[in-house]
């Protein structure tokens, strides 16, 4: 009786499936088209050129690719001397001294050490010497001491500075000799002034 009820099931669906191969079906892109053997035709999207990313494009000849260093958390960086990089980024720990246009101090990041740069962005800890040419920005998070010159300041509330403090103009004006009161009262200038030479 089992084997008339097998034939009678293969006549009337000739390709028995079990669950495995209809649970195949279901997730199958292709569909139950496919499983049951008819033709399907498949649509292959055209592959578009990727467009180039700006900071991923490649430098042409006379053009410097910016450099970049990360310093990843947990990583402690001593005694060294970064040259040559663009940006800095610095999530774990550094005891350096460096020349860079841009440095990111994360807010578990500490740099320590004598740092000239064009722009900082600081969200974890700064202890040493700091000049920063253009634009100094703490955050909330961020710490800095030490003896610090800036061209611009920004202090996001709660951010912490400390130490010898002074902006660019101050500091270079300082060392500059200031002019007498008594001589320029009197109309003498400050600066001998240098004849021609005849």
Known sequence: MLDNFRKRELQLNP???????RLQEALSPLGADAARGEAVKIEVPKANSPVPREDAKS??????TPSRLIVGPDIKLKGAEITDCDTLIVEGRVEASMDSRVIQISERG????KAGIDMAEIRGRFEGELTVRKHLLICSTGKVSGKIRYGKLAIEEGGEISGDIAALADAQSK????PDP????AG???VPAVSPLT
């Open 110 to 113: 500490v740099f320590a050490g």
């Open 182 to 185: 008594a001589r320029l009262a």
């Open 15 to 21: 390709r028995v499936q079990s669950s495995y191969s």
């Open 175 to 178: 060392g500059a000799p200031r």
């Open 188 to 190: 003498v200038p400050a």
């Open 59 to 64: 430098a042409g000849p006379g053009e410097a």
